[in-house]
């Protein structure tokens, strides 16, 4: 099937009236130009069936899985990463390597439960290859899919980890160290950017301003107003 043909199926619309429309799940996105728009995706489950078809960009021919997304789908707080790892790619779930067993740490730390406070996803479901930083044409195939998992979550809180995660989603390309720990407002939502666990393990330190420090303040900030606007009354 072309590209064409793709494009004109998931536009369920411009199928005519002689030609039954064809549901989410038997269209396969082939092409970023296909548009994704917000609403069509009724389940997490049917999503992530999408993402491991998916050839929106070229990262889809690499992939072993599609990392779509682990934690309560109904969480107050999302995390947002950049892109999948080794270990990722490889189990289809999300910080599950070493940065996210780091994740994992900070989160106990004040008292947030992985499965139950929060959900966790990432910028781009597939693995760039050896790591690298995900292309802006790869971050913009994917960003519908991201889009979709905020609309189905509707979380409270997002946080942005890592300069990546706040270029994807508000196309903010200021440094992470300017602007972590400050509370931003992005389509309604209170986003904080917060410094990448892999960062964190580069630079293991803990003295005063050192990067463990400065996570440090900024989760105990999340925890705040968690408690403020997620446990009010
Ligand atoms: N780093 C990320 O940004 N995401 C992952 O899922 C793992 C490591």
Redesign the pocket.
């Known amino acids: 099937m072309s590209n064409e043909d793709q494009l004109s199926l998931f536009d369920i619309s411009a199928n005519s009236a002689s030609t039954p429309p064809a549901t989410v799940s038997e269209l396969i996105p082939t092409s970023a130009k296909i548009p994704i728009p917000p609403g069509t995706y009724q389940t997490m489950t049917q999503m992530a069936e999408h993402c491991n078809q998916c050839q929106r960009c070229g990262l889809g021919k690499t992939r072993t899985h599609a990392?779509v997304g682990r934690g309560n789908l109904q969480a107050p707080i999302m995390i947002v990463?950049?892109?999948?790892?080794q270990n990722?790619d490889e189990t289809g779930l999300?910080?599950v390597?070493k940065?996210?067993q780091l994740l994992e740490k900070i989160l106990a730390s004040v008292k947030l439960d992985l499965e139950k406070d929060i959900y966790i996803a990432?910028v781009n479901k597939c693995r760039p290859p050896s790591n690298r930083v995900p292309t802006t044409e790869e971050i913009a195939a994917c960003r519908p899919y991201l889009l979709e998992q905020i609309r189905m979550v509707d979380p409270k809180i997002i946080l942005l980890?890592?300069a990546t995660a706040v270029k994807g989603l508000t196309n903010d390309k200021r440094g992470i160290t300017k602007i972590r720990g400050t509370w931003i407002e992005w389509e309604g939502r209170l986003c904080m950017p917060i410094l990448?666990p892999?960062y964190l393990l580069r630079n293991p330190g803990r003295e005063q301003g050192s990067p463990k420090w400065l996570m440090w303040q900024d989760i105990q900030a999340v925890r705040a107003k968690f408690d403020e606007i997620c446990n009010a009354g």
């Not at 990463?81 to 790892?85: D, I, N, T, Y």
Request: charged share 10%; proline share 12%.
């Open positions: 990392v990463g950049e892109a999948p790892g990722e999300p910080f390597g940065a996210g990432n980890t890592g990448h892999a």
